[in-house]
């Protein structure tokens, strides 16, 4: 199947053949048709997959078909909305690439970084507006942005945004925009929450699922290497300089571990940089210019901070230390492979981490290959310790008091940024943890 074959005009063609795609991906092959249609969509389909083509691509079409000449500044007609700024930004540079050639005009607004540039932005109108939940109501709220004219609702890593505490603010948004409209929710995961969103929302949706990510990991070579905790870091240098490694993202636990391990391989001569929550927008968005650019070698990301990055054919991803939810594992393994480009997982893992491996294991119902290094065999003796690093996903919350839920509620009512104040850079943990005017930043906005 070809772009052509799905409909697509002259000027977006364009724009797809100077990127260098040549064939549409499933997702796209499914998703483009009923979208030019007019029809609401309901997309199974995770990072990595070519789904941000596969809305962005029919949505242009769309506004450039029902364009009409208008007086005065420029209605929103698309909204997009992401879970995190990064997405965000990663989403805009789609639009901005795909569209370069219609004349369409669009914009991205997420938390951490000033809002007057932003309104301006917006005050001169925009028909395509990519926002972060938080940082949009913030934005309605000055009245810098107007949705009553919004035709089109993307909803992109919606699981993603349920799972960051996103509802409220998406059902808020929801309020602001018109009863008709087309709704595409692409999410990677179908919950019940999900479903619910789903039936309230979409209106005879066409349904399409493409290969979830555990299995999609195909295309990405996994291996395990036992190693000792105290030695892992002297593993990966060796590692990464013996092979000549030269695109790495590794991952580690916690923002602290991040930063530490950044600072230690620096010392051993691998150029590195740290992103995670606790950096601000402005350090984390020259981290991955330096690493896209191939200035630094290794970029070490928490879960949140590396959900959504898409760096073009990344060749090394290694678990510094294995994510407590296994389904994290899924996602950190698929930043390599992607497109059908071959990958490689590599992770270290102590005596602490072999149930976590256990059930990532099961999670993708194979097992990863176990390779020893030489001269760096686990020591035996070593017995396991539990994993000191917070709250795990599965344990239960402490029961809120009348005032802390009122201070919750205050803190929803006026959101503008957000901070993680718990060790852990996690989705589940930072949503819980929102002030307005914080210098702590988090990809939520
Ligand atoms: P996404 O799932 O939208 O994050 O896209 C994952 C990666 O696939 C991005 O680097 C895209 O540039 C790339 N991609 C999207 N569509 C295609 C295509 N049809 N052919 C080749 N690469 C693609």
């Given at each position: ?6 409909g697509?005009?002259a000027?977006?063609?364009r724009?797809i ?11 796209q ?8 249609e ?12 070519g ?10 079409q ?15 007609r ?53 926002a ?17 004219k ?7 890593e ?22 008709k ?14 479903k619910?969103l ?59 571990g991040a ?12 150029t ?29 990301a ?37 497109a ?9 893992v ?30 035996p ?8 690093n ?10 809120k ?45």
């Open positions: 199947m070809s772009f052509e074959s799905l697509l005009q000027d977006i063609l724009a053949t100077e990127k260098g795609y040549t064939q549409p991906t499933p997702i092959q499914q998703a483009i048709m009923p979208v030019l007019g029809k609401d969509l309901m997309a199974g389909a995770q990072t990595g997959t789904k941000t083509a596969g809305f962005t691509l029919p949505v242009l769309r506004l450039i078909e029902t364009d009409k000449p208008r007086k005065g500044r420029r209605p929103v698309a909204l997009i909305l992401t879970p995190t700024r990064e997405l965000a930004a990663q989403v805009h540079e789609s639009v901005q690439t795909y569209g370069r050639y219609l004349p369409l005009k669009s914009t991205v607004v997420f938390g951490g970084v000033s809002i007057n540039p932003q309104k301006q932005k917006l005050i001169k109108g925009v028909d395509i507006l990519v972060t939940p938080g940082r949009l109501l913030d934005h309605v709220s000055q009245r810098s942005v107007d949705l009553s919004v035709d089109i609702l993307v909803l992109d919606a699981d993603r945004m349920l799972d960051m505490g996103f509802i409220r603010d998406i059902r808020k948004v929801l309020d602001l925009l018109p009863q409209k087309q709704t595409l929710l692409f999410s990677a995961t179908f919950s019940d929450d999900i619910k789903a039936n309230d929302l979409l209106d005879s949706p066409s349904l399409i699922e493409v290969a979830r990510r555990n299995t999609a990991s195909e295309t990405v070579k996994q291996v395990v290497h036992p190693v000792d905790k105290k030695r892992k870091r002297e593993l990966l240098s060796l590692l990464i300089r013996s092979h000549e490694w030269q695109q790495v993202l590794v991952f580690t636990r916690t923002k602290h930063n530490r391990l950044a600072e230690q391989l620096g010392k051993d001569g691998v590195s940089a740290a992103i995670h929550g606790n950096k601000s927008q402005g350090a984390r968005t020259r981290a991955l210019a330096d690493f896209k650019s191939g200035k630094i070698r290794v970029l070490v928490t879960d949140i901070a590396a959900r959504g990055l898409d760096i073009d054919q990344l060749p090394h991803v290694v678990n510094y230390e294995l994510p407590n939810v296994a389904e994290d594992y899924v996602h950190r393994i698929g930043r390599t492979g992607r059908g480009n071959e990958g490689e997982a590599m992770s270290l102590c005596v602490d981490e072999l149930k976590l491996l256990k059930d990532i294991e099961k999670l993708i119902n194979r097992d990863i290959p176990k390779v020893e290094f030489e001269g760096f065999e686990p020591d003796n070593i017995k396991p310790e539990p994993i000191q917070g709250r795990g996903r599965n344990q239960k919350r402490p029961a008091g009348k005032q802390g839920q009122r201070a919750s509620n205050r803190r929803n009512n006026r959101r503008s940024n957000t901070s993680d104040s718990s060790k852990q850079d996690h989705p589940r943990n930072t949503s819980r943890h929102r002030r307005k005017n914080t210098h702590q930043d988090t990809s939520i906005s």
